[in-house]
C-alpha cells in the first residue's frame, strides 16, 4: 500500500519522515538520467500523451511527467501548468517521491509536514493532493516521476495508484524506445562513414557528423506541422478512445538541399505497445531521411529497426513516406514510397465541360509492391513521382477513414471516400480539405470506430497565393467521448 499522509512511517498522523538522498545512489542516479539525454529536449507528444491520460483517469487539473535533476525538477510533460518548465527540488513532493520505491500518495498537503512547504503548496496554486509513480530504471534507478495533483484534498483507491504505476511505467518503455532509436541511428552513420571512406579512398566528412548531431536533436522535436513556403499544409488526428493509446503516427520536417519529408503511419493494434513503437518509427524515419534521398530506403531503415528491436516484439505498421520539393515550373515535386498501407489520393480541378471545373478529379497514388514494415526480414517497398500543381491537392490518411461505416454494415471504403473527394469543390485547398473530411467522418452515424491521421498538402492557385501572406498550417486533434468508444 503506497505511503498516505494519515498513516506516516512514524506512525503519526500528518507527520511523514524527510528522506535525504544516498550519495551513492544519488550518483548512481544521476548517472542514468544523463544515460537517457532527456532534460532539455523539446516537447513530445507522447510523452504528453502520458500526462493528459493521467489527468483524464484521476479527474485533477494538473499531471505532469517529470525528471528530478541534481537541483532541480524538469517536466517533460506538463498537462495543466502552462509556462511552466522546471520548479526547484523542494522536498514535499517530486522530490521526496523520487527517493522511493513504491507510490507517493498524500491525501492533504498541509497535513503533511515536508509537503506542507513546498512551493507547489504555499504558492498560487495551492497543491492540497499530490500523487506520484516513480519512473525507474530496469537497473532500479529513479529518473524521476509521473505526478497527478489537485487543488483540493482527496484520497485514490489502490487500483488508481497501480494504474498511476502503470503510467510510470509506459514512460520508461517510451525513454527505452527512444534511446534504443538513438543508439540504431548512431550504429547506422558509423557504418556509412565506414563505406564512404572506403569509396572515397580516406575522405572524411566532418561535416556529416555535425549534421548527425542535428539530426539527434531534430528527431526530438514534437509531431507539428512546419511552413512550408508555397505550400498549404493541414491535418488532422481522431483519437477513437480516451483510454487505449492508438498507433497512428505523421510529421512533416525540412530535409537537406531545400526538400522536405513526410510522413503517415499506423502500427498493428492499440495500447501502450503500440504507442511505443510509433515513437521507434518516428525517429528512425527522421533520422534516417537525412542520410538518404530514397524514400524506399528510409522504410528499408524503418524495417530493419522493428524487427531489430526486442520491445516492438511481432508488431508491424502500414506507412508512406515521401519527400518533396519546389519545382521550377511551379508546384512540388513528391516521390512517395508505400510500405502496404491504403492509397493516397492526388486531387486536382476537373477539365470543364463548359465552363470553369466545378468539381475535382481524384486519382489514387498506390504504388504496387510495398509490403508491411516491420514483418518480413528483406522486406520490398515501392515508390512513384507525382507534380503537385498550383490548384492540387494531397491526401493522406489511415484506415481508420475507409474503415468508418455509413451504415450498420456498409463501410465507407476506398469507393465512398472517392465519391466524397471528387464532389470537393475546384482547388481545394489543404485545410479545407481535412476540414471537409472530419464533417464527412462526424456526419456518419456511429462516427470513425479507429483512429484517424489524416495529412493534406496543397499547392495555392496564383491568385490565392497572391492574397496569402504565406503557407498555412492547421492541426487538430479530438477523442471520442467516453460513452461513444468503440
Avoid at 314 to 324: D, I, K, M, P, V
Avoid at 437 to 443: E, H, K, N
Wanted: glycine fraction near 8%; charged fraction near 20%; aromatic fraction near 6%.
Amino acid at each position: 500500500m503506497p505511503e498516505q499522509a494519515s498513516a506516516s512511517e512514524d506512525g503519526v498522523p500528518g507527520k511523514r519522515l524527510h528522506l535525504v538522498p544516498d550519495a551513492v545512489v544519488e550518483a548512481g542516479r544521476m548517472e542514468a538520467v544523463r544515460r537517457y539525454d532527456i532534460l532539455d529536449t523539446p516537447p513530445d507528444g507522447a510523452f504528453d500523451r502520458v500526462a493528459a491520460l493521467a489527468a483524464r483517469l484521476f479527474d485533477v487539473p494538473v499531471a505532469t511527467v517529470t525528471i528530478v535533476d541534481e537541483d532541480r525538477i524538469w517536466f517533460k510533460a506538463a498537462h495543466g501548468l502552462n509556462g511552466v518548465s522546471e520548479i526547484g527540488r523542494d522536498p514535499g513532493l517530486c522530490g521526496s517521491a523520487v527517493l522511493r520505491d513504491d507510490a507517493l500518495v498524500i491525501p492533504d498537503t498541509l497535513l503533511d509536514d515536508v509537503a506542507c512547504g513546498n512551493p507547489l503548496v504555499t504558492g498560487p496554486l495551492g497543491v492540497r493532493f499530490y500523487a506520484a509513480a516513480p519512473i525507474t530504471t530496469a537497473d532500479g534507478h529513479k529518473l524521476g516521476t509521473v505526478n497527478v495533483l489537485d487543488t483540493k484534498p482527496r484520497s485514490i483507491t489502490s487500483e488508481q495508484t497501480a494504474s498511476l504505476t502503470d503510467l510510470a511505467a509506459i514512460v520508461m518503455d517510451e525513454m527505452e524506445l527512444r534511446l534504443s532509436a538513438l543508439r540504431t541511428v548512431r550504429q547506422e552513420q558509423r557504418v556509412a562513414e565506414a563505406e564512404r571512406a572506403a569509396r572515397e579512398q580516406a575522405e572524411r566528412d566532418k561535416a556529416a557528423i555535425a549534421s548527425f548531431a542535428s539530426t539527434l536533436q531534430r528527431t526530438l522535436l514534437p509531431p507539428a506541422l512546419p511552413t512550408v513556403p508555397g505550400l498549404e499544409l493541414a491535418c488532422h488526428y481522431h483519437a477513437a478512445s480516451v483510454h487505449d493509446v492508438g498507433g497512428d503516427f505523421y510529421d512533416v520536417f525540412p530535409l537537406p538541399s531545400g526538400k522536405w519529408g513526410l510522413f503517415l503511419g499506423d502500427v498493428c493494434g492499440k495500447g501502450a505497445e503500440a504507442a511505443t513503437i510509433t515513437s521507434l518509427a518516428r525517429y528512425t524515419l527522421r533520422a534516417s531521411a537525412q542520410h538518404t534521398d530514397d524514400p524506399v530506403a528510409v522504410l528499408e531503415a524503418l524495417n530493419g529497426a522493428l524487427l531489430a528491436d526486442v520491445w516492438a516484439g511481432s508488431r508491424f505498421c502500414t506507412a508512406f513516406f515521401a519527400t518533396f520539393a519546389p519545382d521550377a515550373a511551379g508546384g512540388f515535386t513528391v516521390e512517395l514510397a508505400t510500405g502496404g498501407h491504403p492509397p493516397a489520393y492526388h486531387l486536382s480541378p476537373a477539365p470543364p465541360v463548359a465552363g470553369p471545373a466545378t468539381h475535382t478529379r481524384v486519382e489514387a497514388v498506390h504504388p504496387k509492391g510495398g509490403m508491411l514494415i516491420g514483418a518480413f526480414p528483406g522486406a520490398r517497398f515501392a515508390s512513384t513521382t507525382l507534380h503537385l500543381a498550383p490548384g492540387q491537392a494531397l491526401l493522406l490518411y489511415t484506415d481508420g477513414l475507409t474503415e468508418a461505416h455509413t451504415s450498420a454494415d456498409t463501410m465507407l471504403g476506398d469507393e465512398g471516400l472517392t465519391a466524397f473527394l471528387t464532389a470537393r469543390p475546384a482547388s481545394c485547398g489543404a485545410a479545407q480539405l481535412i476540414e471537409d473530411t472530419v464533417g464527412l467522418l462526424d456526419a456518419l452515424p456511429e462516427g470513425a470506430r479507429d483512429d484517424v491521421a489524416l495529412l493534406a498538402l496543397s499547392v495555392p492557385v496564383p491568385d490565392q497565393a497572391a492574397a496569402a501572406t504565406g503557407a498555412t498550417s492547421t492541426a487538430h486533434t479530438t477523442a471520442a467521448p467516453a460513452g461513444q468508444e468503440h
